[in-house]
Nanobody, 112 residues
């Protein structure tokens, strides 16, 4: 079992930036990819971005391209999501997932 802990959420004005972190521990995770998802009551769960631990190959949802950047630090078993040019519609609870494990989520609120 992999344990995931997200951090870095908060309140930011539109146009601002936040960097989320997802720290992983437990079972070896090098064979997996880690994804960021977000959830809102209106849209439900939405894919944001993903990265492979081994090669750092990335994938983004179309609406996040150019604004969000996913990266990893293998030495720290941590994946980051740099979010720039934030919009009110980015307001959501952001979760990371790898293998079958989910983190507890971190709230991001973007004010207009």
């Amino acid at each position: 079992q992999v344990q995931l802990v997200e951090s870095g959420g908060g309140l930011v004005q539109a146009g601002g930036s936040l960097r989320l972190s997802c720290a992983a521990s437990g079972r070896t995770i090098s064979n997996y990819a880690l994804g960021w998802f977000r959830h809102t009551p209106m849209k439900g769960r939405e894919f944001v971005a993903a990265i492979t631990w081994s090669h750092g190959t990335t994938l983004y949802a179309d609406s996040m391209k150019g604004r969000f950047t996913i990266s990893r630090d293998n030495a720290k078993n941590t994946v980051y999501l740099q979010m720039n040019s934030l919009k009110p519609e980015d307001t959501a609870v952001y979760y990371c997932k790898t293998g079958g494990s989910w983190g507890q989520g971190t709230q991001v609120t973007v004010s207009s």
